[in-house]
Nanobody
Framework: QVPLVESGGGSVQAGGSLRLSCAVS????????MGWFRQAPGKERVGVAI????????YYADSVKGRFTISQDNAKNTLYLQMNTLKPDDTALYSC??????????????????WGQGTQVTVSS
């Protein structure tokens, strides 16, 4: 089991910014897929962003491309999600996730095995 603890959620007006943080202890233990997912009320959980812990390659859902940035600080064992130009449609419970990376090839949305409890983000119009 890999503990993940999110922080940084809150309420913001449309057009504003938030930075989410996730404390996770996988750095130094090989290549992991790191990611952020979100679940809006009454909807399924969807992927937002992926980061390969080894080569730091990134992948984003179309809905957040150009507005969100995923990053990591290995020394602090922390994964981040910088969210800019927030929209009411971004309102959701945001969870960070991790999973062992595939032996070859990039990370995919299905590569995540460990999940945090989530942090709420609410964007008002």
């Amino acid at each position: 089991q890999v503990p993940l603890v999110e922080s940084g959620g809150g309420s913001v007006q449309a057009g504003g910014s938030l930075r989410l943080s996730c404390a996770v202890s996988v750095y130094g233990y090989g290549r992991y897929c790191m990611g952020w997912f979100r679940q809006a009320p009454g909807k399924e959980r969807v992927g937002v962003a992926i980061l390969d812990s080894f080569d730091t390659s990134e992948y984003y859902a179309d809905s957040v491309k150009g507005r969100f940035t995923i990053s990591q600080d290995n020394a602090k064992n922390t994964l981040y999600l910088q969210m800019n130009t927030l929209k009411p449609d971004d309102t959701a419970l945001y969870s960070c996730a991790a999973g062992p990376a595939p032996r070859v090839g990039p990370c995919f949305w299905s590569d995540f095995r460990y999940w945090g409890q989530g942090t709420q983000v609410t964007v008002s119009s």
